[in-house]
């Protein structure tokens, strides 16, 4: 294939913008997709992702373009994640393309998440031009986001194409944008093989599925390669392009895009951002950016019936084998018994993975609250990692603790700026920057400790500013800070599974704020429930859990007992998520009311 006629393309959108009904308009526009198809967004892979709609892994899809030029391009879309969790596999998907489109609501305009995407595609010197999405909607501003994109991003947006995915309309023009814009790729086919793994996922008859970008030289199938992180060969048992589904063909030269199946038997093996070269004539150097991606949140994940335990652990050896970000080892807690600690890259990871594991697999799940990685150092000189209270030295042992920090932007309508500044502020952040972006929209930007992010920062900025925030964040550093460790007490036992790391001067309040919010879901039992917070042997707050009275089912009056079934049914189901805890039996919500507390 002449590379003067391949086009390497994403699409960089905020969610909800219209990303995936774009794309599979371009599929459609370009006869890639089947009408039997059409009913269902084809890029989104996963169920859950559907339902959620969000993207959650990059793909990439071959397109035959017949160009108004008379000429026939290949375009190849690649799509990257929407998500600030995801960040490291966008910009590596990013380094397969030349070119970019920057998709925007017409209504919504500029968003935090739009921004950090455009200026990494920016920085990699990708050609970005403008979209503007909805102009079918009654709300719809064409003008005024345009004038947004040239003030805030500094891109020339006169020539942005007005489209409406949804109906189909610029889509034509869009397919012409690219062939002209986005500049062909330039490698050397005859130089040795260099190869980008932007995405690898695990398919149970196959295995390893790799997608990768030529940069230079050639893949065949029959080849053998290395995979230079690694050091490791195999054969490339098949190449071939996603068009939209898998076709295999005899290679895959500089500058194109498609998969590679190789017999590799773990993610962990091939992972994003990897270089592929030949076993018997490698590349000098691998591509530049190669990372490992650390997990930044933590979460204990248990059983509730400890008879899942090992139901549990090849579930999430199933997940691992997927995702080579998710890790996961035995944890012990004696209020939960046997479990895991989980590591993901962000709460929204998190998410994804506690609730596959419940619908997919059918385990019933525990989970504690979410904390971050601390850096302990303690009097002998040690150096510690820690991600859950109880892995904490006792007091005497630590000289110094630090904290990761992250860099957040917000973007918020300008009557939001108060609120969102004083949550900045109550969250312990230090201001960095406040910039008016246009006469009513305004980038906040804050140093906060990532430890105030994962309690529940998202979701009270949503609702302080109606939705209407975005919001963004990058990792900065770690900071010595004043950090104790709170203990919750059930009937005086200590629980474990809800002691977390607060900083001192929130530790009263929260701890306060913690047993009031557990009195609200912990059900009466047949005895009094005492429940405490504790900072070292110090109780700084105390709620009672009166005993039980009445019989739950005496308001069924009557006798009526189709009723009383559905009374004595959603208790059993209730009963379901409790965890027994000494003599106490605690809801999941108990556990989970560290994340509810609002200060
Ligand atoms: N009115 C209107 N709605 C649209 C248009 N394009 C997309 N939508 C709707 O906007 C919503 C979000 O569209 P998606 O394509 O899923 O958005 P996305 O950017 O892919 O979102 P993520 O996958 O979460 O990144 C859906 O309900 C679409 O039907 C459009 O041109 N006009």
């Not at 962990?268 to 691998?286: E, L, S």
């Not at 506690?354 to 979410?370: C, H, K, N, S, Y």
């Not at 990761?404 to 917000?410: E, K, N, Q, R, W």
């Amino acid at each position: 294939m002449k590379q003067e006629l391949i086009r390497n393309f994403s699409i960089i959108a905020h969610i909800d913008h219209g990303k995936s009904t774009l794309a599979d308009r371009l599929l459609e526009e370009t006869g890639t997709l089947s009408a039997r198809e059409k009913a269902d967004q084809f890029l989104d892979k996963m169920e859950l992702e559907r339902e959620r709609g969000i993207t959650i892994k990059a793909q990439a899809v071959r397109l035959a373009y017949h160009a108004d030029d008379g000429r026939d391009y290949i375009l190849n879309l690649i799509d990257t994640p929407g998500h600030v969790d995801f960040s490291y596999e966008v910009s590596r998907s990013l380094k397969a393309c030349e070119g970019a489109l920057l998709v925007v609501d017409a209504s919504q305009g500029v968003e935090a998440q739009t921004l950090a995407n455009v200026y990494m595609a920016i920085d990699q010197d990708l050609e970005v031009f403008p979209v503007i999405n909805k102009i079918d909607l009654p709300a719809a501003d064409p003008q005024r986001v345009k004038d947004e994109i040239e003030e805030i991003i500094g891109l020339d947006a006169s020539d942005a194409v007005e489209a409406s995915a949804k109906e189909g309309i610029g889509v034509h023009e869009i397919l012409e944008h690219i062939v002209q814009k986005v500049p062909p790729p330039r490698g050397n086919p005859d130089a040795p093989l260099k190869a980008l793994i932007f995405d690898s996922w695990y398919d149970s008859y196959q295995g390893v599925i790799t997608l990768v970008r030529i940069v230079d030289g050639q893949l065949k199938k029959g080849d053998k390669i290395r995979l230079m992180a690694t050091n490791k060969t195999y054969e490339a048992t098949q190449v071939g392009v996603f068009a939209p589904h898998p076709v295999a063909i005899a290679s895959l030269s500089a500058g194109e895009v498609g998969f590679v199946i190789a017999s590799i038997k773990v993610v962990q093996d091939a992972k994003v951002g990897d270089t592929i070269t030949h076993a018997d004539r490698p590349t000098d150097a691998p591509l530049p950016g190669f990372q490992v991606v650390k997990p930044m949140v933590f979460s204990g994940l248990y059983p509730i019936d400890s008879g899942e335990y090992d139901l549990l652990r090849d579930a999430l050896e199933k997940l691992r084998l997927n995702d080579s970000s998710f890790s996961f080892e035995p944890e012990n807690s004696l209020a939960l018994g046997f479990g895991f600690r989980c590591g993901f890259l962000g709460l929204l990871h998190m998410e994804i993975i506690q609730e596959r594991l419940e619908r997919e697999f059918g385990v019933d799940l525990i989970t504690t609250a979410p904390t971050v990685v601390y850096h302990i150092t303690t009097v002998k000189g040690e150096k510690l990692k820690v991600e859950s209270a109880n892995m904490l030295p006792a007091v005497q042992y630590i000289d110094k603790m630090e904290e990761p920090f992250i860099l957040a932007s917000i973007h918020v309508p300008n009557e939001y700026v108060g609120s969102v500044l004083a949550l900045c502020e109550e969250k312990r952040g230090v201001q960095r920057e406040i910039k008016y972006l246009t006469a009513s929209r305004v980038m906040v930007v804050y140093e906060l400790p990532l430890n105030e992010i994962v309690m529940d920062f998202y979701d009270r900025l949503k609702t302080l500013t109606r939705g209407y925030a975005s919001f963004d964040y990058e990792p900065l550093d770690y900071r010595e800070s004043d950090l104790v460790r709170l203990n919750i007490l059930v009937n005086g036992e200590p629980v474990d599974a809800l002691s977390l790391i607060v900083h001192r001067d929130k530790a009263y309040y929260r701890g306060k704020e913690l047993v009031s919010k557990m009195k609200e879901f912990i059900p009466r039992q047949q005895f009094e429930v005492a429940l405490q917070a504790a900072i070292g042997g110090k109780v700084v707050a105390r709620e009672t859990v009166k005993a039980l009275r009445k019989d739950v089912t005496a308001k069924c009056y009557g006798g009526d007992i189709s009723r009383k079934r559905k009374l004595l049914e959603k208790q059993k189901e209730g009963k379901k998520r409790m965890k027994q805890v000494g003599n106490v039996e605690l809801p999941q919500e108990a556990f989970m009311a560290i994340l509810k507390v609002k200060e």
